[in-house]
């Protein structure tokens, strides 16, 4: 067991773990985050992604010790004020999540590439949800919330 400093959604958390404990685990079962979901388990599904210093991670077999001094967002650090960014509520609007599981994943990517290109093309989109499935088959609804924010020129609400 170890003490690591993560930075989490703009928090610092000292957390006891074994280093090599996969970064999923410590935000679900220690800091409580649960909207990245542990899917396969072995990084392809995207289920568990995050950002990490702006970058589309996933966080299931990466160890947390890994991302001392990095600042972490989830799918819950998105939100302001209690209200969700732009993407999220396109997705809402958009009925772009079925049984949910994949939709923390998709939204974190998407916004990771919003943020870095807020108008992307269909290629790039296609490209940075390229890890991501969906088995519920809400793949366009998807696509359409993001072409919704893109069209509308900001991802923050």
Known sequence: MAKISLKVNGKTHEVDCDPETPLIYVLRNQLDL????????????????????????????RAAS???GSEITTVEGLAKDGRPSALQQAFIDEGAAQCGYCTAGLVVAATALLEKNPKPDDAEIRE????????????????????????????NA
């Not at 649960?34 to 299931?60: F, I, P, T, Y």
């Not at 940075?128 to 919330?145: F, N, Y």
């Open 34 to 61: 649960v909207g990245a979901k542990l899917g396969c388990g072995l990084e392809q599904c995207g289920a568990c992604a995050v950002m990490v210093d702006g970058d589309h991670v996933l966080s299931c077999v």
């Open 66 to 68: 890994e991302f001392a």
């Open 128 to 155: 940075a949800l390229h890890e991501h499935l969906c088995r519920c088959g809400s793949h366009l609804r998807v696509l359409k919330a993001i072409d919704r924010v893109v069209k509308g020129g900001s991802i």
